[in-house]
């Protein structure tokens, strides 16, 4: 009998601490979620970081430049752009990727980043799942420009050329929006055209300005000024209706490619984890932004067309552009290490 009891409260004992043990983690757990609420209530409460994946000067950085203030009146917060350039945008989202889940740290999402560079990099240092979406920001539409000594007046005139003779095409980077905008312009009309990729913008625009290259697919703000000045001409707009920016060109869509549709894209990510308070905070705060009469008016005159609206619409819309870009890439066999 005595061992018997002796047993009994033995194992009685064993459940008392496994129910203390219970008891404490279930207490550890709501103090925790007290704290994460509190926090979330109050946030924010200091300066918050904006990891923009690409060098000062570029299409990226002036978009978070024309925001960054604005938002921060809103948040009643600093919010402090830091450029982080390299490997086509992955050095700087891995390292947004990385950041503690608590909303002081955003990451500058732009459309080659997430939805090309997946597709031509074998090693990424993150995926989607790595992030939480706040704000779908803006579409920035492409204009194709020629040489203006050649004889092309319109997206047509331009296939009946290819089929004379090759022609070609320079964009800032292999993988990039300018390349493969090209690509599937020829993948879907049989134009022969050739890509010639340069290391940045600036050589690629320079290229066609002095007539080595036949085409090239820009932003409206960077080959607009050598349109106006007449050393090219604009010959069709890349996405599905025309930009106020250039009002008088048609799409590439209306002249004879109906389904032709293809922009560079801008949005904020988080940190996968960060608690929904704060994003809807941060979602709220982005969509008051691009509601101020000032900033519209900055970001139409640089040739963005402003999106926002609920964070989801930012996940769909990488999900559909991966869909867009993965047969073209898998086309040319683009592979970069």
Not at 40 to 58: F, K, L, T
Not at 134 to 157: D, G, K, M, R, S
Not at 169 to 185: K, V
Request: a positive charge; charged letters at 15%; one cysteine or more.
């Amino acid at each position: 009998m005595t061992g018997f009891f002796f047993a009994a409260s033995a194992s009685g004992a064993r459940l008392r601490v496994v129910v203390l043990r219970l008891m404490a983690a279930a207490f550890a757990c709501a103090v925790a979620m007290t704290a994460m609420a509190g926090a979330a209530q109050s946030y924010p409460d200091r300066p918050i970081r904006w990891i923009v994946p690409w060098p000062p000067g570029g299409g990226a950085d002036l978009l978070a430049r024309i925001l960054h203030a604005r938002l921060g009146q809103v948040l009643g917060q600093p919010v402090v752009i830091d450029n982080r350039g390299g490997a086509a945008g992955n050095i700087g989202a891995a390292a947004g990727a990385r950041a503690a889940p608590d909303g002081y740290t955003l990451t500058f999402a732009y459309s080659a980043t997430h939805s090309i560079n997946p597709l031509v990099f074998p090693r990424m240092p993150f995926t989607e799942d790595d992030f939480a979406p706040v704000i779908f920001l803006t579409l920035v539409p492409q204009v194709l420009v020629v040489n203006a000594n050649l004889p092309v007046h319109n997206v047509q005139e331009l296939i009946a050329l290819s089929k004379k003779r090759q022609v070609t095409y320079a964009s800032s980077a292999p993988g990039s929006i300018g390349h493969l905008g090209g690509e599937l312009l020829a993948s879907m009309t049989g134009a022969n055209m050739l890509h010639v990729p340069y290391r940045g913008g600036g050589p690629a625009l320079t290229a066609v300005l002095s007539g080595e290259i036949d085409a090239l697919i820009g932003i409206p703000v960077v080959v607009g000024p050598q349109i106006k000045a007449g050393k090219l001409r604009a010959i069709g707009i890349t996405t599905s209706k025309r930009t106020v920016v250039l009002p008088g060109v048609p799409t590439i869509a209306e002249s004879g490619v109906p389904t032709f549709d293809v922009s560079s894209w801008n949005g904020v990510l988080v940190p996968a984890g960060t608690p929904p308070e704060v994003i809807a905070r941060l979602n709220a705060a982005f969509n008051k932004t691009l509601a101020d009469p000032k900033v519209r008016a900055q970001l139409a005159e640089a040739g963005y067309e402003i999106v926002g609206g609920e964070p989801e619409r930012m996940s769909r819309f990488i999900v559909s552009e991966l869909g867009k870009w993965r047969p073209v890439v898998k086309k040319v066999n683009l592979h970069v290490e």
